[in-house]
C-alpha cells in the first residue's frame, strides 16, 4: 500500500521566537536551522525580512540545503499595488525558496484590523500570490484566524481559501490563530473546505495551543485530508504555544493508524536523534527540558520500583507504549544497561566514532556521563564535549598543552576621569613542549578575559586558534543560593562555518566557564587534524 506524504513545516524561527522571553540571534537562528534542516523538516520558515535587522540579516543568503527556506510576510496592502508595496518587496527581494503570504480571512479583522472592503482583501490576496508566483518562488497562504473566521462567515472564508489556490499557491494553510477551535470542528471545517473546492493536496493546518489540543487539532486535520503540518520545536510560541512537532514526528510515525498510511521526512534513522533534538533546542535556549514531554522527557519512559517495574523488567511493551530507543531516549528502570548501550552507540556513531556493544570501555564511558550528567552536565547540547569525553574515554586525545594555572582578577575603580569603572584581568600560564608561557590579557568582564589570555600564546599551535571564534555564551544556574552549582554552555566557530557546543560544570562560574574554553580549543585541534571520531576508533 503506497502511503501518502506528509509535508513538515518547521515555524520555530517565526512563531516560535514571538515566545516570551526567547529572542534568537542570527547565530542562533543559523543554528537552529541547520538543526532543522539535518533532521529532515521539509519546510523551515525564517523569519519576516524586513521586520527587523535580525531577520533582514538571516534573509541575506539561503540558510538550508535540503529543506525549503521560507520568508514570512504580508499580503499586499489594500490600494497599493504589489510592486510598490514595500512589505512584498523585501519578501520578493528575499534569498528564500518559499514564501509564506499571511492573509486575513476572517470579515471581522478584515474590516477592523484591515479597515478594507471584503473583495479588496481578496484583491490583496490575489495580487500578492501572483507575484510570488511570477518571481519563481513556491507561494502559500497562511489563512489567519480561518476557523474563527469560517464559523462566522463560511462563505467569505473559504473564498479567501479558493481565492489563495486559484491566484497559484501551492499550499493554503488553515490557521486557528487563537487556539480555541476543538478537535470536532477542526474536522467539521477541514472537510467542508476540501467539498468547496480546495483539495487537501493543497491544505496545511497551523494550530495553536491555547486548549492544550494543538497536537489533537492538527491530527483531526490530517484524518479530514491537510497534507502539511506546521509547528514548532518542543511546542514553543506566543501564549500557550504552537502544535509541538517533535510530539507530531512521533506519533506519525509510530502510531499505526498513521504510519500504515502516511510518511515524513524524517525516516527511522533520523526519528533516533528525536530526543537529541529536542534536548539540544532547549539547551540553546538555555532552558531545562520538560522531564514529562511526550517520547523525549526524562520521564516518558521511567517507572519507579512495584509492579510497574516488575511488569517491565519481563516484558517493557507491559508499561510503554513504544519503543524508547525509536525516539533515541532511554528506559529508566531495567536490569541491564543494552537499552542505554543501543543509545549511546547511536550517539557515537553520528559523531564517527565507532565501538563495539561488549567493548569494556563502553560501559566505563556511559558510567562516566551518568556519573556526570548527576552532576550537572548536559551533553545533548554540547556536542564537541561529548566527543571529547568518548575519545578520551574509548582512546587518547593528544596532549597538546597543559593549563599549570590562571587566575582572574576583577577591580571595580575610578579611572583618571573620575569614571566608576569594572576591569577583568585574568592570566594564564600554559606549557607546550615543555615550554612554559605566561599570558596576561583584559576583557569585558571575567570570562572574555580568561578568554583572551588563554588563546593569546599557545605556541606552535596559535596560528591554528586565529580563526576561532565564540558565538555564544549561556549560563544556567542549576539549584538556588550563592553555593548554586553552575552550567557553562559555549557555541564557537571557524572560518569553515562550522560549529560546535562544548559545556564546563562547577559551583565556580569562572572554573566551569574554564572547562568548556579547554574543550572548545581541544576540539578546534582535533578538527583541524580530522581527529575527531578517529582517536576513538583506534
Known sequence: MTRERIYLFDTTLRDGQQTPGIDFSVEDKIAIATMLDDFGMDYVEGGYPGANPTDTEFFKQTRTQKASFVAFGMT?????????????????????????????SWDYHVEVALGCSNEENLDNIRASVEAVVASGREAMVDCEHFFDGYKANPAYALACARTALEAGARWVVLCDTNGGTQPPEVREIVAAVIAGGVPGANLGIHAHNDTGQAVANSLAAVEAGVRQIQGTLNGIGERCGNANLVTLIATLALKETYSSRFETGADSEKLQELTTLAHAFDELLNRSPDPQAPYVGASAFATKAGIHASALLKDPRTYEHVAPESVGNLRRVMVSDQGGKANFINALKRRGISVAKDDPRLDKLIAIVKEREATGYAYEGADASFALLASRTLGTVPDFFRVESFRVMVERRFDANGNLKTVSEAVV????????MMSVAEGHGPVNALDLALRKDL??????????????????????????????LIESTDRTGARWWTVGVSDNIIDASFQALMDSIVYKLLKNRDQIGLIAAE
Open 76 to 104: 499586499k496592502r489594500a490600494g497599493v499595488s504589489a510592486s510598490n508595496d514595500p512589505g512584498l518587496r523585501a519578501l520578493l527581494d528575499a534569498r528564500s525558496d518559499a514564501i509564506c503570504l499571511v492573509a486575513k
Open 429 to 436: 600560564k600554559v606549557v607546550v613542549d615543555g615550554e612554559v
Open 459 to 488: 605556541g606552535k599551535y596559535q596560528s591554528e586558534i586565529v580563526d576561532l571564534e565564540l558565538a555564544d555564551y549561556k549560563v544556567r544556574i542549576l539549584n538556588g543560593g550563592t553555593e548554586a552549582i553552575t552550567r557553562v
